[in-house]
Nanobody, 115 residues
Framework: QVQLVESGGGLVQAGGSLRLSCAAS????????MGWYRQAPGKQRELVAR???????NYAESVKGRFTISRDNAKNTVLLQMNSLKPEDTAVYYC?????????WGQGTQVTVSS
């Protein structure tokens, strides 16, 4: 099993910033991808950003230019810097790790952006 520990969620005003952090522990061998997903009320879970072990990055179109994902392979940690936050960014954000044996998820952290 892989355990994912998240931190950094909270309440901010529109235009503000937050930094989310997720650290993987346990049986971390063969983790290939780490990333962030989010789910807003009444909507399906969607990809926010992901990064592979060799540094390849993908972003959702809605966050390009505002969010930055990075990864510290030595610490098995992935960060999401969120700038210029909008009310539509409000959601539960989930950390994700991919292994050949399955998909692992964090418990989720609430991000709320007020107008």
């Amino acid at each position: 099993q892989v355990q994912l520990v998240e931190s950094g969620g909270g309440l901010v005003q529109a235009g503000g910033s937050l930094r989310l952090s997720c650290a993987a522990s346990g049986t971390i061998f063969s983790i290939t991808v780490m990333g962030w997903y989010r789910q807003a009320p009444g909507k399906q879970r969607e990809l926010v950003a992901r990064i592979t072990s060799d540094g390849r990055i993908n972003y959702a179109e809605s966050v390009k230019g505002r969010f930055t994902i990075s990864r510290d392979n030595a610490k098995n940690t992935v960060l999401l810097q969120m700038n210029s936050l909008k009310p539509e960014d409000t959601a539960v954000y989930y950390c994700n790790a991919v292994k050949i044996t399955g998909l692992y998820w964090g418990q989720g952290t609430q991000v709320t952006v007020s107008s």
